[in-house]
């Protein structure tokens, strides 16, 4: 059974840093698309990290460029969000997710898999 396992989330100051980890479980992450997305109160789910399982580089939303960082693990079959500078407007629950379908977007309906979600609190 594919299983993706989040932790990491938490309260923090305007422009502290995070660190999200995802464990994969019952399958190889480095056969998968990865990504990470996140969802405010009231808003759409929105993609903010994607990788392709045979890519290099990362996609970011606007939102997220230079601050966020996305990595995989593949000996610890896990994936990583490194969030520095934060702001309030980070405030959301974050889900990592896998997909096997070929050149997936970096839109939600594309991704099969999904961890629980971790809240992320970004306040003074």
């Known amino acids: 059974q594919l299983q993706l396992v989040e932790s990491g989330g938490g309260l923090v100051q305007p422009g502290g840093s995070l660190r999200l980890s995802c464990a994969a479980s019952?399958?190889?992450?480095?056969?998968?698309?990865i990504a990470w997305f996140r969802q405010a109160p009231g808003k759409e789910r929105e993609g903010i990290s994607c990788l392709r399982k045979d890519g290099d580089n990362p996609f970011y939303s606007e939102s997220v460029k230079g601050r966020f960082t996305l990595a995989r693990d593949n000996a610890q079959n896990t994936m990583y969000l490194q969030m520095n500078n934060l702001n309030p407007e980070d405030t959301a629950v974050y889900y990592c997710?896998?997909?096997?379908?070929?050149?997936?977007?970096?839109?939600?309906?594309?991704?099969?898999?999904w961890g629980q979600g971790t809240q992320v609190t970004v306040s003074s």
């Open positions: 019952g399958f190889m992450l480095d056969h998968y698309n």
């Open positions: 997710a896998v997909t096997s379908r070929i050149q997936p977007m970096c839109v939600h309906w594309w991704y099969e898999t």
